[in-house]
């Protein structure tokens, strides 16, 4: 017997049809005799319906009646879902984040899960009973209010329950059926990866690609939560139960220690975002603290920057630093230099939402060098100019104009020896 938790997205419970195929394979773990907790996202385009009313109803709003508003699609999900299961004979009960409860801090819209108290869901689980729970929410304690954690919350909301409830895999279900080399939309001889580090998974999820939540990943490697990445397209009969202390079946991916790898590429992934935007900073005085004038303000306004590249001009006096943001805070990230401007002393700004990221990712990088010379060779010889560069030890990235992403992932996909045989 195992403790299996199991989380849906929202194209696997679109509709009715798929919550009942959804029913089916959590039925193929119930028939092994395993104890299940499922996690279910809003049906596919609820949750930004829900969003959409909200701001219709006012831009600014409460962010505590936002949470109290988006947090319903889960609700009707999950209740559901326990429909479906007590029709099939499975007993089940659906479970809200306040009622198990899952506590988080005060950051409505993005908020942090803090503690999950789950022996009464524990204790349910071992009767027998299918717990279907809300995912993306919990409760704000002090003012006993519901939160939502964020857009991808229920990876997140998963993979602590899993941990909390000492689960033997928290498996992801979502319409792709695992992770792969890169985006088969652009590389159709992209590869699925049976197994990816926790490390590879964090880089290759904060770096563009959408198969989980940055926060799960982090999470799960804290915590070495087997995470698996499966497609709740397939059929449920086709896959194998659950088996404690098992060889797990070869399907999806598992997302584990780098030590569980048997063999490890040089690079295991190329990853790409779109969302990025530039912004460039003309003829700044070349002096200690204009670094802090200019990073210091943007932190106070949440603002993440990634990518930071100065360039000295001839004399050394003045210099131009070109830096990236999330495209979505490009209009903000104007604004706030604009009111820094007497405290910066720049001619004038630059920006541009029309470059992508690419980034070449593996944790043989590690102890294997020239990655990073083949990888600028092969983009040169594409004629694709490199607009600014940022290192890990296990990532390398770099910015580009958009125009060319797609031949640049093509290119590096192949150079790497990614590509199917």
């Not at 479906?84 to 988080?104: E, F, H």
Request: with cysteine; aromatic share 4%; proline share 3%.
């Amino acid at each position: 017997m195992a403790i299996v938790v199991m989380k849906f997205g929202g194209t696997s419970v679109a509709d009715i049809g798929r919550i009942r195929s959804v029913a089916r394979h959590v039925k193929r773990e119930i028939d092994a005799k395993n104890q299940v907790a499922v996690v279910v996202s809003a049906m596919a385009g609820h949750t930004n319906q829900l969003v959409a009313w909200v701001r219709e109803a006012s831009l600014i709003h409460d962010a505590r009646e936002y949470d109290a508003v988006v947090a319903s699609g889960e609700q009707i999900t999950a209740g559901l879902l326990a429909i479906v299961l007590q029709s099939m004979g499975i007993p089940a009960r659906s479970w809200q984040g306040w009622q198990i409860p899952i506590l988080t801090d005060a950051a409505h819209g993005a908020a942090r899960i803090v503690d999950i108290k789950a022996d009464e869901l524990k204790a349910r689980l071992a009767q027998g009973e299918v717990a279907v729970v809300t995912g993306f929410q919990g409760l704000e304690p002090k003012r006993n209010r519901i939160s939502t954690l964020g857009r991808g919350g229920s990876d997140t909301s998963a993979v602590a329950l899993a941990i909390a409830l000492g689960a033997d895999v928290c498996d992801i279900y979502t319409d792709v059926d695992g992770v792969y080399t890169t985006d088969p939309r652009i590389v159709p001889s992209a590869r699925r990866l049976p197994r990816i580090s926790y490390e590879e998974m964090l880089e290759m999820a904060s770096l563009g690609s959408k198969v989980l939540q940055t926060r799960s990943v982090e999470l799960a490697m804290v915590h070495r939560m087997r995470t698996r990445v499966l497609s709740s397209f397939t059929d449920p009969e086709a896959l194998q139960p659950v088996r404690s202390g098992s060889e797990w079946q070869n399907i999806g991916t598992i997302v584990c220690d780098e030590e569980e790898i048997v063999e490890s590429q040089v690079v295991s992934g190329i990853a790409y975002a779109k969302d990025e935007a530039k912004v460039t900073i003309m003829n700044v005085a070349d002096k200690p603290g204009v670094a802090a004038a200019i990073f210091g303000p943007l932190a106070e306004a949440n603002i993440n920057v990634d990518m930071i590249v100065q360039n000295l001009s001839a004399d050394g006096k003045y210099t131009d630093v070109t830096f990236t943001v999330n495209a979505s805070d490009l209009p903000k990230t104007l604004e706030v230099l604009k009111n820094a401007r007497e405290q910066i002393g720049y001619s004038e700004i630059k920006s541009s939402a029309d470059v992508v990221k690419v980034s070449v990712i593996g944790v043989g990088m590690r102890s294997h060098a020239g990655v990073a010379a083949k990888m600028f060779k092969a983009l040169a010889e594409k004629g694709i100019n490199i607009l600014a560069i940022t290192t890990s030890e296990i990532k390398i990235s770099v910015l580009i104009d958009a125009a060319y992403a797609e031949l640049a992932v093509r290119t590096l996909h192949t150079l790497f020896g990614l590509d199917k045989d």
